[in-house]
Structures are given as C-alpha cells and as structure tokens.
C-alpha cells in the first residue's frame, strides 16, 4: 500500500510493484531500482528488516522513491532514498523526514555502467545494438536485486545514439522502461518497442511481448567492430596508466564508438536516398561496417522501420 505522497492528488495506480521488484524480500541490503510510470521515470530504494511483530508477520518492508519526467537525474537522489527508507523501517509514520531534499549528488547512473555491460555481454553487444536501432522490444530478465540490470536497460538505449541533424532520416529517442512487473503486461501489448528488465518469470510464458527474431549470428563484421572497440579501450587504458592522461573515460568511448557507428549508417543511407540513384551498393554496405551478406536481413528491416526509400542491391539480389 501507499503510506504517504506528496502531491497527493498525483495518480500512483500500481506504483507499488514498480517500487518493490518481485523477490526483493529474499534480500537483506538496500535495492534500489529504476522504473517508468507514465510519462515520469522513477527511482525508489527498498529495505527490509526482521520485527517481533504478528501483525507484520516478523518482517518489515518498505520503499521509498522519487518520480521525475527524466531519469538522467534521478540519481541524485539516491543516498538520500537509501537513508529514507532505513529511517522509515526504524521510525515508521514519519513522512515529514522526507522534506529534507539533498543539496548534493553522488555516482552518475553513467557512472561504469557501460564498461561493466560490454565486458559482460562480450561479441554479443553487437547483436543488441543491432536490435535498440531497429526498436525492436528488449526485455533483460534477472533474479533481484535489480539494480544493475536497469542500468543495463539504460546501457541498451545508448546503444541506439545518432547525433546527425538535419540528414533527412528520423530517429526517435529508445526510451526506457527500466523495471516491470506483471501489472505492465497489457501497456506493454501496446508497445511497439522498448526496453525493459524484468524478476517476473512469467514474461518467459509471454512471448508475444517480445518481437525479437532468433539472435543474429555474430558476423565477421561484427566481430571486426567488437575488436576495434576492445582495441580502443586497451589503447584508452594504456594512457591513462602511462601517461595519466585522465581527459576521457571508457563511457565516453564506448558512447561515442556506437554513436559514430550509426551516425556513419545514417549518413549513408541519407547520402544514397537523396541521390539520383538510390541505390544501396555492396560498397556502401561495406563502408557502413556492415557484413554485405550476413547484415542483409538487418538492413532490410532498418530501411523498413525508418522509412528509407533505396533500393538494396547485394549480389545481384535486389529487394525494396
């Protein structure tokens, strides 16, 4: 239930599952998670702790969180939700406490996040950037806590970066989701793409969430990029050891390595479309950093989705 809010006419309908993740009582530190209700994005903090009390059937839990229209700062204020809600297992009934705004800030939910999501997921990192640009719907599913996987839900939106202006091609924003639960499954019917993490194991029975075709094969391109990508790092990390050069960091790098990557696509495409002959070649699919024969499928499906009209011509093979 809702103990206490502020603006109390604001409309929290579910709000209480998105606040505590399924499982989180098995836990004994402090959870904290991202979540989207409406158009807000929220952060909140769940604690739990052992009572000698019926009532409470021997254990108390509560969650304290924040709604914000953007996410990109509600990390602000998670020490400050962290101390609430361990103020609020020992001190229940008190909500004036929560008056007391933070004046500072922490750790960036950038902070790490990317480095830690491409050493996890390895070669395959190419198969999910290629998934977020075709807005394809990307569901992470973990046991709790659930912390770190909605920063991979975030890591997953950036892969899909494009900073090209004016080229004729639009690219809206992949917007997170961050943490859902069963109470989301019909607003998700609706949704044509989005990524999202999940501890409900019944979104493995819902496959028809989930548009995502087999995974793609890792291809020799692929594997090229993931290998200038490691590449890059090694060389970034060599630097900053020997020469304390301390100028730019592994999140930049990876953020702009994926950034240039689309950009680079986008800008072809754009070039070829306004041509007097719009036809996508061998040797623009190539300059794209794409594998001709195994990224065919992905680039049919990327001129489909963001409405490009060229022609694609692989080997004498040709398709609209």
Known sequence: MVEWCLPHDINLDGVEFKSMASGSHRITVTLCAY???????????????????????GARMKSVGIL??????????????ENQVRHQLQCPGRPSAY??????????LESGCMSQFIQFFGEQIMVLWKFALLRKRLLIFSPPPVGVVCYRVYCCCCLANVSLPGIGVSVPELRP??????????????????????????????????????????????????????EQRQMLLYSQEVDGDCTSNEEDL?????????????????????????TLTTEHVRAMGLDPQGDRS???????????????????????
């Not at 008056?99 to 960036?108: D, Q």
Request: hydrophobic residues 40%; contains cysteine.
């Open 35 to 57: 979540f989207r209700k409406g158009c807000y994005f929220g952060l909140a903090c769940f604690a739990n702790m052992p009572v000698e009390s019926e009532l409470e059937r």
């Open 254 to 278: 990876f953020i702009l390595f994926f950034m240039e990557l689309n950009n680079r696509i986008f800008q072809t495409l754009s070039e070829v479309a306004g041509s007097t002959d719009p």
């Open 177 to 230: 989701f961050f943490y859902i639960n069963i109470a989301d499954i019909t607003a998700l019917e609706t949704e044509m793409s989005y990524v999202a993490c999940t501890t409900e194991k019944i979104f493995e029975e819902k496959k028809e969430l989930s548009h995502l075709q087999p995974l793609l094969r890792v291809n020799a391109a692929d594997k090229e990029k993931y290998r200038k990508l490691t």
């Open 68 to 81: 914000s229209p953007s996410y990109t700062l509600l990390y602000r204020y998670m020490h400050f939700l």
């Open 99 to 108: 008056r007391k705004w933070p004046g500072h800030c922490l750790s960036n």
């Open 298 to 320: 992905f680039l049919v499906d990327l001129l489909e989705v963001y409405g490009i009209d060229v022609t694609l011509v692989i080997d004498n093979l040709c398709c609209p």
